[in-house]
């Protein structure tokens, strides 16, 4: 079946630095892919949704100077938390969107847990 | 707006016990209803989904079905085994391209 791979599952940073976390669609090409963070006991929120040679959309609330997206294949989206703080801390998931026929069903990595200390 | 109200866990059952997790939802239309399972140190799988009002999704024993007038979606398996140990996640497709999820229930079995 459809797999999106994310990379990595566990980051620890200091204050300050920067984190990159990738996003792969291992068989399929993903014209969109979205990012989600969930903090704890609460749902998964939509951060911004990655498109493929253009700027993303990002959802109410979310900086996008802060959380830098690229889609720059339509197999890989890239999230860069910037200067990072301990409120940064949490799990970050992506997921990608692979059409069928008449059907479209979401695909998820694995998720990235990140502290920030 | 749309939203998903789930379950609140941890859920601890024993092997062969019967399981509920309450979904409800809120939305304008009609969206798609899912639930989706997280095992340890694994990304969301799809577990099963509905399209419409009445439908029932179905998989690997465990069923939950659309109930329009009741705006649930509830998820159910008459005799759950360790290996159902995970995360399960009730979520809302409202028509657009990305998913409204619950909270997340974590359900324990024990042998």
């Known amino acids: 079946g459809a797999v999106v791979s994310q990379h990595p599952s566990r980051v620890i940073c200091k204050s300050g630095t920067s984190v990159k976390i990738e996003c792969r669609s291992l068989d399929f090409q993903a014209t969109t892919m979205f990012w989600y963070r969930q903090f704890p006991k609460q749902s998964l929120m939509l951060m911004a949704t990655?498109?493929?040679?253009?700027?993303?959309?990002?959802e109410q609330g979310v900086e996008k100077d802060k959380f830098l997206i690229n889609h720059a294949s339509l197999t890989l989206s890239t999230l860069t938390v910037t200067s990072a703080h301990p409120e940064d801390s949490s799990f970050y998931i992506c997921s990608a969107n692979r059409q069928g026929w008449g059907d479209t069903e979401a695909f998820f990595g694995q998720g990235t847990r990140l502290t920030v200390v | 707006g749309d939203s998903v109200t789930q379950m609140e866990g941890p859920v601890t059952l024993s092997e062969e016990a019967f399981l509920t997790i309450n979904c409800t939802y809120t939305?304008?239309?009609?969206?798609?209803l899912f639930w989706y399972v997280q095992y340890p140190g694994e990304g969301l799988q799809l577990l099963l989904k509905?399209?419409?009002?009445?439908d029932k999704g179905s998989n690997k024993g465990f069923e939950a079905t659309y109930r329009k007038e009741t705006t649930s979606f509830h998820l159910e398996k008459g005799s759950v085994q360790v290996s159902d140990s995970a995360v399960y996640f009730c979520?809302?497709?409202?028509?657009?391209?990305?998913?409204?999820f619950g909270t997340g229930t974590r359900l324990t079995v024990i042998p």
């Open positions: 939305a304008t239309g009609y969206p798609s």
């Open positions: 509905a399209t419409k009002a009445d």
């Open positions: 990655s498109n493929e040679g253009s700027k993303a959309t990002y």
């Open positions: 979520a809302l497709n409202p028509g657009a391209n990305n998913l409204f």
